[in-house]
């Protein structure tokens, strides 16, 4: 059974710093594209960054860009998010999310849910302004 751990989650001030980590344990990745999403209270769950296994290719949503950063450490089966220069609007839960089995094809169908099929149980992130 795959798990996925979120933690670094808190309460920050804009324009303060933040870094998330997820990690994965049991099951078994081969190549595992991960991802982070986030959901507000009363919204949908959206992208937020993406990288893949071999951690050369990253994506970001329009908002994060130059404030985020997503990376990973393999041999740690850990990915990070470092969010800097926050907003209050980025006050939401952020998951983790993965997938088991990936490849070398590491397209933009990666910045929606539906290749990932694993999902941490969310870490509660709050800015204040």
């Known amino acids: 059974q795959v798990q996925l751990v979120e933690s670094g989650g808190g309460l920050v001030q804009a324009g303060g710093s933040l870094r998330l980590s997820c990690a994965a344990s049991g099951g078994t990745f081969s190549r595992p594209p991960m991802g982070w999403f986030r959901q507000a209270p009363g919204k949908e769950r959206d992208f937020v960054a993406a990288i893949r296994w071999s951690g050369d290719i990253t994506y970001y949503t329009d908002s994060v860009k130059g404030r985020f950063t997503i990376s990973r450490d393999n041999a740690k089966n850990t990915v990070y998010l470092q969010m800097n220069s926050r907003k209050p609007e980025d006050t939401a839960i952020y998951y983790c999310?993965?997938?088991?089995?990936?490849?070398?094809?590491?397209?933009?169908?990666?910045?929606?849910?539906?290749?990932?099929?694993?999902w941490g149980q969310g870490t509660q992130v709050t800015v204040s302004s």
């Open positions: 999310a993965a997938r088991k089995r990936g490849d070398w094809a590491f397209g933009l169908e990666y910045t929606t849910v539906g290749p990932y099929d694993s």
